[in-house]
């Protein structure tokens, strides 16, 4: 089989590589080059813009890919661009979409494929919703081979998931936690969520490829654990070997002092998220997502502590914290 990733040297990206060299698939990478040196040597490397339309047109001219997945499409216009490039020239192109498209908040606790998707108070999901929406036209109206995947919140050896953190710096949570500052939960920390290992999307996503029966379809490929904010907390701690100390502030609050997190929380993160993964096991009876939280994020802080020039720390984002922190508690003061 051969399947074009555009990306592929990305956090969930990355598992997907892996796994599909390993299972013997003919891998190209569609990269602008940045992340050679953790791709597979059994992938092809294709170092070319996408957004270079007269590379990409050279490029595709006798070229078929029997799958294509493009890991980087954000916006309808990104949509068009492919449409036009791929048209005709794949059997099957997979949009990597997200679960944040869906409902927020939900109506029902329990959320599957059929569930609407309305997601206002999030650029990032609206992009998404307004991405798919062009898919499904181009595959009504021409036949475009596409299925549609919703990762959840995936996270790998480089990151450790919380929903208050910091991206590019995940050290950040970790030292915080062993400095003895306290870290903020969303509400009161018992909303249900589910984070999920990337090596599981990758068995789920990779189970997909060929399948002309998922065609037109949606999929959302998680985990199947779910726990409270307070609980993953707990088990970042016992991973670091050091008791967290929770504070916990309404998502309002924390994006008044923050207002970066406002579309992740209010669009995401601060309501009970638990989605039912029946329909990827019956696309592919395989799947299982077999790495629980406790022994992943394990994997993740031995990396970081085995990797010392990866443990940056946010200080920007720290001191924000920090002080929407003493704000609060000086504001619970004031009422006491």
Not at 78 to 100: G, P
Not at 301 to 317: H, M, S
Not at 322 to 332: P, Q, R
């Amino acid at each position: 089989m051969k399947v074009l990733f555009i990306g592929g040297t990305g956090l969930i990206s990355s598992a997907a590589t892996k796994l599909a060299v390993e299972q013997g698939i003919d891998l190209y990478l569609l990269t602008r080059g940045k992340r050679d040196a953790s791709v597979p040597k059994k992938a092809t490397m294709i170092h070319v813009d996408i957004n270079n339309r007269e590379e990409m047109k050279a490029l595709l001219k006798d070229k078929h890919f029997d799958v294509v997945v493009n890991w980087i499409n954000f916006s309808p216009k990104d949509i068009e661009r492919d449409i036009a490039y791929f048209s005709r020239k794949t059997n099957q192109y997979i949009f990597i979409s997200t679960v944040a498209t869906y409902q927020s908040p939900p109506a029902f606790y329990k959320l599957d494929e059929s569930t609407p998707q309305n997601n206002p108070v999030w650029d990032y999901a609206i992009n998404k919703i307004a991405s798919e929406e062009r898919l499904m036209k181009e595959y009504r109206d021409h036949s475009f081979p596409i299925t549609i995947v919703r990762p959840s919140h995936t996270y790998g050896d480089t990151t450790i998931p919380f929903a208050v953190s910091s991206g590019a710096h995940p050290w950040t949570l970790v030292d915080r936690i062993e400095k003895g500052k306290k870290i903020i939960v969303p509400g009161d920390g018992t909303s249900l969520w589910t984070i999920t290992h990337n090596s599981d999307f990758a068995k789920g996503l990779v189970g997909l490829f060929g399948n002309m029966q998922t065609i037109g379809h949606a999929f959302h490929i998680t985990s199947d654990e779910v726990k409270t904010w307070n609980q993953y907390l707990d088990v970042i701690g016992d991973a670091v070997g050091v008791e967290p100390k929770p504070i916990h502030m309404t998502t309002e609050c924390i994006s008044l002092f923050m207002p970066a997190f406002k579309g992740p929380l209010y669009g995401d993160a601060s309501n009970s998220f638990v989605v039912d993964n029946h329909k990827i096991k019956t696309f592919v009876p395989t799947y299982m997502a077999t790495t629980n939280f406790e022994t992943g994020i394990r994997q993740s802080i031995n990396y970081f502590r085995n990797n010392p020039e990866l443990q940056t720390v946010d200080e920007q984002l720290n001191e924000k914290m920090d002080f929407a922190i003493d704000s609060y508690e000086t504001f619970l003061a004031s009422i006491k």
